[in-house]
């Protein structure tokens, strides 16, 4: 598939529940899905050098992201059978606790929405030009790296 | 002459005390990085990756007016 268009995946602040539970809804006039498998990514409060993590404020090559996140997308629709596959990305503050990043695969069947979910979310961690500042309670940070 | 976009991000942009600044007159992205380096010796000791008009370039490439560097620190999305 080539004609999906490029769309943001940024958010500014958190994830919420409300906005992860409206996602899964839309979807429920879609009868020839099967099965969604959905990924959060959430904050967390890491102890580092005797300091508590109290958030991550992400910054991230936008314009770089969308073109990588759309390479990616189209990897993905190309090797399995899905039938949408939606991510959603937070910029700036989210605090401990807090969601930030959302990824929804649905499929006719389980196999390709779990693999291509697992997949995307290894492959945004690994390629999306994204930056997070660990905030300590005493509001000084350190700039964190992915394994 | 070539004038080139240069951007920084993530603690490169903190630690340089700027997200971007101008080149004028260079011809490859070496001569750039060695440009940068020797002007903010800050960048000797940080690991980045080097995207020209938002494409991973991992060898010198030759660089024209209105193109737009980026040095890149490790990712940290998710």
């Known amino acids: 598939m080539s004609e999906h268009k490029i769309r943001t995946i940024f958010i500014e602040g958190p994830i919420t529940g409300n906005f992860v539970g409206e996602k899964i809804s839309h979807h429920m006039n879609k009868t020839d899905i099967g099965g969604h498998s959905i990924f959060l990514g959430q904050v967390r409060a890491d102890v580092i050098n005797g300091k508590t993590v109290s958030g991550i404020e992400y910054s991230a090559y936008t314009d770089m992201a969308l073109e990588v996140m759309h390479k990616i997308r189209q990897d993905l629709f190309d090797k399995y059978d899905l039938t949408c596959m939606h991510i959603y990305h937070s910029l700036g503050l989210v605090k401990t606790g807090e969601n930030s990043l959302f990824v929804f695969t649905s499929s006719k069947h389980r196999a390709p929405a779990i693999k291509s979910c697992e997949e995307c979310v290894e492959r945004i961690k690994k390629e999306l030009p994204v930056w997070g500042k660990e905030i300590f309670e005493d509001q000084s940070h350190i700039w964190k790296v992915n394994n | ?78």
């Open chain 2, 1 to 78: 002459m070539s004038i080139i976009k240069v951007l920084f991000f993530g603690q490169l942009g903190e630690q340089m005390g700027s997200s971007s600044l101008e080149m004028n007159d260079v011809q490859t992205t070496d001569e750039i990085i060695e440009l940068l380096k020797n002007k903010y010796p800050i960048l000797r000791t940080h690991t980045y990756q080097i995207a020209l008009d938002k494409e991973i370039i991992n060898e010198n490439t030759p660089v024209t007016t209105g193109q737009v560097l980026a040095l890149l620190p490790p990712y940290a999305g998710g």
